[in-house]
């Protein structure tokens, strides 16, 4: 019954990308980059809505009133299910660019909206990440936020957490931004990163904590950051 729902949730999930996208199209060519921010706006709180929705996946969201929703911040999450991307994008009461890699740009349709509304990398080219760290650092600018799962990937392990990559922590000490951290609890459950085809309805749990200030820090402080983000998280987990 798994991989029937997930059989069913893709399905759900490419209509209503397929049904959106002509708007999405119209309003980018007759706005251009103005409309960027609503239809990220309509990406997050609507279309992802209506697909984990139909999905039957319920969010319960915990410390929301912690986050100043006119601030933008470096937002931090863990990794474990294809659905964290949705429960990330409804659970954050914020208007905010994902770092996307390369691969999620091939896929039809998608693809296009990643490409518009996302910050690219390739993870395996030393010169695009560098190139979409100083595009993150672009959108801050122009008063997004910016999403980075740190582990890098999806966790397929038995840790709660993998190895952290230090570049969201980079970032919010260069640009002084304060840190969100988001703690999905084990959305694994109902979407197994180990199997390819395994979705069930259920509940996550999505945990805000409050911002970790950067200001005045240096980048001999994004160790202890980082190791204060992997607590936070682990709080969460166990």
């Known amino acids: 019954m798994r991989k029937l729902w997930f059989i069913f949730g893709a399905t759900f999930f490419f209509l209503t990308v397929a049904i959106f996208f002509p708007f999405y199209l119209l309003f980018f060519i007759v706005l251009g980059k103005r409309s960027i921010r609503p239809l990220i706006w309509c990406s997050h709180k609507v279309v992802s809505r209506i697909v984990l929705g139909l999905m039957l996946i319920r969010l319960r969201v915990h410390g929301r009133e912690l986050i100043d929703s006119q601030q933008n911040y470096v937002l931090v ?24 890699k390369k691969e999620l ?16 990398v390739d993870r395996k080219n030393a010169d695009s990440r560098k190139e979409s760290f100083e595009n993150m650092k672009q959108a801050l600018v122009e008063d997004f936020s910016v999403f980075i799962a740190p582990e890098g990937t999806r966790n397929q392990t038995d840790e709660p957490l993998q190895k952290f990559y230090e570049g969201a922590f980079r970032l919010a000490i260069e640009t002084q931004k304060p840190l969100l951290v ?5 959305p694994g459950k109902l979407n197994n990163p180990r199997k390819k085809m395994d979705l069930s309805p259920g509940v996550v749990d999505c945990y805000f904590d409050a911002p970790i200030e950067t200001e005045g820090m240096t980048l001999e402080d994004v160790s202890k950051v980082e190791e204060q983000v992997r607590q936070l998280m682990l709080n969460h987990l166990s």
Do not use: S
């Open 182 to 186: 988001l703690t999905l609890a084990h």
């Open 105 to 120: 740009t091939k896929l039809p349709l998608f693809g296009y909206i990643v490409k518009w509304f996302c910050v690219i």
């Open 77 to 100: 999450a863990n990794h474990q299910a294809m659905v964290d991307i949705l429960c990330c994008a409804i659970a954050a009461p914020l208007l905010f660019k994902f770092l996307a």
